[in-house]
């Protein structure tokens, strides 16, 4: 796979008859290994390990209902009250972000209501926070670390 504008970690990967496969320490099972769950994946030990969330705050690929249809957030990170804070949105490396990829997201916010918002390709990443006053969107270099 690809290398990834995210630090390296050790995953396990392995083979069935028809597709590697790589573990998913979020759901506990293993998954095909697409280039987009490649990234999902990085961006999951880039949060536990680097930002130090706690794997109990993470959900992966949670429905939602979104004008009757069926959504799924690549990956949600809750408060310890429950409630939303981060939600990303995973690309494939070769897959451009573009305002479709910002409109999707903030689609899905309209239902979520995180207060912060990341969409990355693996090898761009963009870290926005919600400004409620302003109701607008700040770029950000960066997201915090998880503080209790």
Same mark, same amino acid.
């Given at each position: 796979m690809q290398k990834l504008n995210l630090p390296?970690?050790?995953?396990r990967i392995k083979n069935n008859e028809k597709h590697h496969l790589i573990f998913d320490e979020v759901r506990k099972k293993h998954v095909v290994l697409t280039p987009e769950e490649w990234v999902r994946?990085?961006?999951i030990q880039f949060l536990l390990l680097k930002k130090k969330y706690p794997i109990s705050l993470i959900a992966v690929e949670k429905q939602h209902?979104?004008?009757n249809l069926k959504k799924r957030? &690549? /990956?949600l990170v809750f408060n310890t009250k429950g409630t939303p &804070? /981060?939600?990303v949105?995973?690309?494939a490396p070769n897959v451009k972000i573009t305002q479709d990829t910002f409109d999707q997201i903030a689609r899905y916010n309209l239902k979520?209501?995180?207060n912060y918002l990341i969409v990355t390709n693996g090898l761009e990443h963009y870290y926005c926070m919600l400004d409620?006053?302003?109701e607008t969107y700040v770029f950000l270099k960066d997201i915090p670390s998880y503080k209790i």
């Open positions: 390296t970690y050790p995953f994946q990085h961006f209902t979104i004008n957030s &690549d /990956i &804070d /981060i939600i949105e995973c690309k979520i209501d995180a409620i006053s302003n």
